[in-house]
């Protein structure tokens, strides 16, 4: 598989500015995963509570509701690259602003300004994809960046574990803000269709004129795109339900671990060990979508991962082994990075460059909020029920919307 695997991308790595941006995804990942944990620790050290540190991530989750359909629309009328650079600088100052936010009231205010631009960069990053990969190379360009993703998962917070333990959170919060500054001089060199991209330039300057209702008339076409396309409609419900069914689960898995795979005292370890290996599970996966994604329909095929994941999920909540827990968990990593490797891959093949960040600033706009609201329900819900109920009932829920979206294809085929 790892030969195959090496084979499909050959185009890939010959493409200097997939890899200059993927070169800039890694190294900008790492430092990401540097001040989440160092973040976390600064709010726990001034707080000691962890209440503040879920204020926190909900600051930095509202602007991407509140601006994903106009960040969308904005990424769509100017130069990707361009958008980039800029909030990359501007992510490089917030994260060096972390050094000296030294209360909570600084710290809140940059959480929410780095909502802001996510709300921008999530668009943009996932648009400019298929402006610097072909069509028939895009399953591969994303599975290829998502295996990256998994290494990252890995060797980031490792790496973000032992520098705050060992040098404190500044010098994590210092490392990001760099990391920021490379991947924007790596994306400055990358070179797009400029005569594309300068017809957009001039247009813009007319679209500054323009009046609201205008820009209101654009959201709604991006969105009346996204309503007649059925591939992109299913897509996205399909992500919405996975995420309102999957966020909850994190917190449990926990839980999960003390009452089931070790108690208190292994809690740490072994819950550690757990996502260690999904991060490992989702660099196969990775692998395993690029050499055989293409040879399925990607709907079905996204149906069937969801049914899988539903299965392991219920097989995972019933086991006590920890060895066989372990095996479980790394096949939901796999799952999972198929499952986005998937929605990108989709979005991106059947969406036009007029409507392209706004499908993916609808998107944002929606899942942040629902992962919000699906962290609350799970926490809710271990007030009354075991955490390997919850993961049974999410299992059950996942099946069946899985299974619901089979039925319906499979009757719209006959029809």
Same mark, same amino acid.
């Given at each position: ?61 509202? =602007? ?53 631009? %996510?709300?921008?960069?999530? =668009? ?18 994303? &599975? ?13 917070? +490792? ?19 760099? %990391? ?66 999957? &966020? ?51 709907? +079905? ?39 986005? %490797?998937?929605?990108? %891959? ?70």
């Amino acid at each position: 598989m790892i030969s195959e695997f090496t084979k499909r991308n050959k185009v890939l790595l010959s493409n200097s500015n997939f890899m200059l941006y993927i070169i800039g995804y890694v190294i900008s990942g790492i430092g990401s995963r540097l001040t989440t944990i160092a973040i976390s620790s600064k709010i726990l050290y001034i707080t000691k509570s962890g209440l503040s540190l879920s204020a926190t991530l909900m600051l930095e989750g509202i =602007p991407s509701f509140l601006l994903g359909l106009f960040a969308g629309n904005v990424v769509d009328k100017m130069r990707k690259k361009n958008i980039l650079i800029i909030l990359y600088i501007l992510f490089a100052l917030t994260s060096f602003g972390l050094i000296f936010a030294n209360n909570m009231s600084l710290i809140y205010m940059i959480s929410f300004i780095n909502g802001i631009l %996510t709300a921008f960069e999530y =668009p943009a990053r996932n648009s400019i994809i298929p402006k610097i990969v072909d069509k028939e190379h895009l399953l591969e360009a994303n &599975s290829f960046r998502s295996s990256l993703s998994s290494i990252n998962m890995i060797v980031g917070y +490792s790496i973000g574990g032992i520098i705050v333990t060992v040098f404190g959170n500044d010098l994590s919060f210092l490392i990001d803000s760099i %990391t920021f500054i490379v991947i924007a001089a790596l994306i400055a060199f990358i070179k797009i269709d400029e005569k594309v991209q300068a017809d957009k330039k001039e247009n813009l300057f007319n679209d500054i004129s323009k009046t609201v209702n205008n820009t209101i008339n654009e959201i709604i076409q991006g969105i009346k795109f996204i309503g007649d396309s059925r591939i992109i409609k299913q897509v996205i419900n399909l992500n919405l339900l996975s995420t309102l069914i999957i &966020s909850m689960q994190t917190p449990l898995v926990y839980i999960f671990v003390e009452n089931y795979l070790g108690g208190e005292k292994l809690l740490a370890a072994r819950s550690g060990m757990l996502f260690s290996l999904a991060g490992v599970g989702g660099l196969i996966g990775g692998i395993l979508i690029n050499v055989i994604g293409k040879q399925f329909s990607s709907i +079905s095929l996204m149906t069937t991962v969801l049914l899988f994941d539903g299965i392991t999920l219920i097989a995972f909540s019933n086991s006590k082994i920890f060895l066989l827990s372990s095996i479980l968990f790394t096949f939901l990593g796999v799952i999972f990075v198929v499952f986005e %490797t998937l929605t990108d %891959t989709i979005i991106q093949e059947n969406t036009n460059d007029d409507n392209r960040g706004k499908v993916y600033g609808f998107l944002g706009s929606l899942v942040d909020p629902l992962s919000i609201i699906s962290l609350g329900v799970g926490g809710a819900l271990t007030g009354i029920l075991t955490a390997k109920t919850i993961f049974i009932l999410c299992g059950i829920a996942e099946i069946t919307v899985a299974l619901m979206y089979k039925i319906y294809n499979s009757l719209k085929v006959v029809n």
